[in-house]
């Protein structure tokens, strides 16, 4: 993959929360949010950095696979190298997509609209954003909210739990997430040389989505870790670490024959 690491020392944007309160006739928590952008770069290279770090015990022996597990590997990792291209139009209508699946009650006015930072993207522009986890990232985003829209709207409206002031944003998070996943899964290699990594291609080879569904189990396990940690901006690689590390534990539990049986699995709602 190409520049998965984000971009340079640029700006980033924080959620600041300002209002909380119950929509008129419902019962769930509404939130006025200010996307204020500044100078920090824990987005972009910031955000990015603690999912690209490697470890020492990276040169490991490889394991051995399956021929369908190779297959499905390789299907994965063409998954993986698609680009965002914003002249595409398959690319223009997944954003779109999103926007629909996101905000359906808001008609989004352009592919390059300041409705966007609604999301928790950086700027106006999505596209700027994907390099760091490619198309697969527009994918991933794009499975959670078809299949657990609760989970994915209360991601997205920040609808539970005591949040903080600042938050994390919602869009940007979620690509960071599938580019920490492709690391800890050591998805790039020719075979996996971790445990982790093998254990998730026995997944893989049962479902061609295991990687879509792992990253929707992903990113609600860090909006838990979030809460359960207290945290605000400034904390985020810290729970990304603390997610990376769960989800390896979680993954090599012996009694794991499916994604399902994740422990955090049972966060996510549809």
């Not at 760091?132 to 959670?144: K, R, T, V, W």
């Not at 979680?250 to 794991?256: A, M, R, T």
Request: charged content about 25%.
């Amino acid at each position: 993959m190409d520049d998965r690491g984000g971009g340079g020392g640029g700006s980033f944007v924080a959620v600041r929360r300002i209002s909380q309160g119950l929509d008129r006739g419902n019962t769930c928590h509404s939130t006025s949010v200010e996307v204020v952008a500044g100078s920090a770069a824990w987005l972009g290279r910031g955000l990015s950095c603690v999912c690209a770090q490697r470890r020492e015990s990276d040169a490991r022996p490889s394991f051995d696979l399956t021929i369908s597990q190779e297959e499905c590997l390789q299907k994965l990792q063409n998954r993986i190298d698609v680009t965002y291209e914003s002249s595409l139009p398959e690319h223009q209508e997944a954003l779109r997509a999103l926007w629909n699946a996101a905000f359906p009650e808001e008609e989004l006015r352009g592919l390059i609209s300041e409705q966007w930072k609604e999301m928790g993207w950086q700027g106006k522009d999505p596209s700027t954003d994907f390099r760091g986890g490619g198309f697969i990232s527009l994918e991933n985003l794009l499975y959670f909210a078809r299949n657990f829209p609760k989970s994915f709207q209360d991601l997205l409206r920040k609808q539970e739990g005591d949040r903080a002031l600042w938050e994390y944003p919602f869009a940007v998070a979620g690509v960071n997430i599938t580019f920490m996943l492709i690391q800890m899964l050591d998805l790039e290699a020719v075979k996996p040389r971790t445990l982790v990594g093998a254990t998730f291609l026995k997944f893989l080879a049962e479902s061609e989505s295991a990687f879509d569904l792992l990253y929707c189990i992903a990113f609600k396990l860090m909006d838990h870790q979030w809460l359960a940690m207290h945290a605000s901006y400034m904390d985020f690689n810290t729970v990304m670490k603390a997610t990376r590390r769960q989800l390896e534990t979680e993954l090599l539990q012996e009694d794991i024959t499916r994604l399902e049986d994740l422990p955090s699995y049972s966060l996510l709602s549809r």
